[in-house]
């Protein structure tokens, strides 16, 4: 008994370990040899899973570089920061080849926090970025949002917005 209960536990370890709940990034494959990643990072100085953010960097910048804010689709309900990325290898590679870096953030989702939640935890996210943007070699006057579908629809209401109360 001792030993399948050893066994089983070894099984499940291994099952926990590789099922994407280590901190391994799923999407690295996606962009140019030597991009620099900066993955989970914390937003909102809380624990919540969905306020992390990933930073892929070139390679070799010479000097600050722009930066493309991505949200991902979704429904405002399902997805998460790594989610897009996998049919977007080409314009990753362009993105970060032309010396841009790329900021993925998650947000809850509106099944977790009611609306304005999700345009708040995306100026939340971008606020972070720039305020931590000389600590990332960004240049935050050249920042940029975007996303498709809920994601696109979120970049533009972000874009459009004052910011101010949201």
Not at 13 to 29: E, R
Not at 131 to 148: L, N
């Amino acid at each position: 008994m001792f030993k399948t209960t050893t066994l089983v536990f070894t099984i499940f370890a291994f099952l926990f370990a590789t099922s994407g709940f280590g901190q391994t990034n799923p999407v690295i494959k996606n962009f140019p040899l030597g991009t620099r990643l900066h993955g989970n990072v914390a937003y909102n100085n809380d624990t919540l899973q969905k306020h992390l953010l990933d930073i892929y960097l070139p390679p070799n910048p010479l000097g600050k570089v722009p930066l493309v804010v991505f949200i991902h689709g979704g429904a405002w309900l399902s997805n998460s920061k790594y989610a897009d990325m996998g049919y977007m290898k080409n314009t990753l590679a362009e993105l970060i080849n032309k010396g841009f870096a790329i900021a993925s953030i998650d947000h809850r989702f509106s099944t977790q926090a009611v609306f304005p939640a999700q345009m708040q935890d995306c100026n939340q996210a971008i606020s972070f970025l720039y305020d931590q943007a000389e600590s990332y070699g960004i240049d935050k006057t050249r920042m940029a949002v975007m996303g498709f579908s809920s994601g696109g629809h979120l970049a533009s209401l972000v874009g459009l917005a004052h910011n101010n109360d949201v």
